[in-house]
């Protein structure tokens, strides 16, 4: 229809949708105070597939200071998938188990653990064999599903997907 038309044209003219995000202008028409439009969201942010880009996307994601300042990121996986792809990337991050206890400083995050996947599983790239793809999507499928748990808990606002292998899932 025109009116949508028109009104893409008029969100388009406007700049880019990151531009808008980090100005404000795409902020919640509620009629909350301004403060709480600023605070961070909770939101669960799943691993993807450990042998894939998954991990490194939602890392690389949550570091960028727009997404930093208004997001308080959960991550759901395999901590040692966490730990690896941040040590790899030189992102400075320290996942920690919830369980631990120890979730400080703040280049801390907290991580729910949903699997604990052998070494050989962990390595980036195409799973080898059978097994190996099978072992990734059921971590990448566990780690969506007690996101989900989470949100329905009100642990967090929304849940962020990672890239995944659909047929290894």
Sequence with gaps: P???????????ARGSFERQF?????????????ANLRSRVRLAVTMGDPAGIGPE???KAITSPAVAAR???L???????????????????????MESGKVVGPRALRVIVTS????RYRVSGEPRGRA?????????????????????????AGVVTAPICKAHV
């Design 75 to 97: 991550l759901v996986g395999d901590l040692a998938v966490w730990q690896e792809t941040a040590r790899r990337l030189g992102l400075g991050l320290r996942p920690t188990s």
């Design 116 to 119: 604990t996947l052998p070494a």
């Design 132 to 156: 190996a793809a099978s072992a990734c999507g059921e971590a990448a499928y566990a780690a969506i599903i007690e996101a989900v748990r989470l949100v329905q808990a009100g642990g967090a």
């Design 71 to 73: 997001v308080e990121p």
């Design 2 to 12: 025109a009116s949508v038309r028109r009104a893409a044209r008029r969100w388009l």
């Design 57 to 59: 996307v939602a890392l």
């Design 22 to 34: 980090r100005s404000g202008m795409m902020r919640s028409r509620s009629s909350e105070p301004r």
